[in-house]
Nanobody, 126 residues
Framework: QVQLVESGGGLVQAGGSLRLSCLAS????????MGWFRQPPGKEREVVAI????????YYSESVKGRFTISRDNAKHTIYLQMNNLEPEDTAVYYC???????????????????WGQGTQVTVSS
């Protein structure tokens, strides 16, 4: 069973920083594009950041561009999300994702059939 396990969430004041990690259970994920998504309270899940398997290209939603950085270490089967200058609007459950086919093809409305982590709560207080 393939698993993605997130860690690093928590409670932080506005302006603070957190670093999320996502550990993949299989080495094969080193060949997958991967991403972070989030679901704010009462809202739909949305894309946050995407990284290609080699790490040579990234995508960020407009709301986090310039504040968040996605990265990966394929030797450790892990992707990261460094979140700086956090805002109360960043409060959400954050999910790690890997697309079933290995690539997103710029389609960030992802189905439940993709690989998903269990989610980690990030709460930003004002």
């Amino acid at each position: 069973q393939v698993q993605l396990v997130e860690s690093g969430g928590g409670l932080v004041q506005a302006g603070g920083s957190l670093r999320l990690s996502c550990l993949a259970s299989e080495h094969s994920f080193s060949r997958y594009s991967m991403g972070w998504f989030r679901q704010p309270p009462g809202k739909e899940r949305e894309v946050v950041a995407i990284i290609t398997w080699s790490g040579d290209r990234t995508y960020y939603s407009e709301s986090v561009k310039g504040r968040f950085t996605i990265s990966r270490d394929n030797a450790k089967h892990t992707i990261y999300l460094q979140m700086n200058n956090l805002e109360p609007e960043d409060t959400a459950v954050y999910y790690c994702n890997a697309p079933r086919g290995g690539n997103y093809y710029s389609d960030y409305r992802r189905p439940e059939s993709d690989y998903w982590g269990q989610g980690t709560q990030v709460t930003v207080s004002s």
